[in-house]
């Protein structure tokens, strides 16, 4: 019988969907976007504008601790991930070691 991980299946599935469920609607809002700011209206071209003038004289300066946070949160994640594939491969060491002394016992 083969020996399958239910937690990691369900794990590995569930970030898949959710991954590519994220991306479809982060397409969707930013095509909606385009399309609503490509428009030729007087209106629609003064909120363009507002945008792009907002978005020039953005300050970079005010948003380095969210970039350093998000960066920090980055590394602990690829930390826990890292730790969680060790105790998988040391799960899966001493689950052959156990069949394999068991065998040597009989």
């Known amino acids: 019988m083969p020996d ?3 937690f990691n ?7 898949t969907v959710v991954t590519i469920y994220a991306s479809i609607i982060t397409a969707q809002s930013m095509a909606g976007w ?3 700011l490509a428009g030729t209206d007087k209106h629609i071209s003064m909120i363009r504008r507002y945008v792009i ?3 020039l004289r953005l300050r970079f300066l005010t948003f380095w601790g969210d970039v350093l946070i998000t ?3 980055c590394v602990a994640f690829m930390l826990l991930f890292r730790a969680h594939t ?3 491969q ?3 060491s001493l689950h052959t070691n ?3 002394i068991i065998a040597k016992s009989r």
């Open 34 to 36: 385009y399309t609503w």
């Open 90 to 92: 040391i799960g899966e």
């Open 53 to 55: 003038v907002h978005g």
């Open 86 to 88: 060790i105790v998988n």
């Open 98 to 100: 156990v069949h394999r």
């Open 9 to 15: 299946f369900f794990r590995w599935t569930l970030g």
């Open 71 to 73: 960066i920090l949160l």
């Open 4 to 6: 399958v991980d239910f």
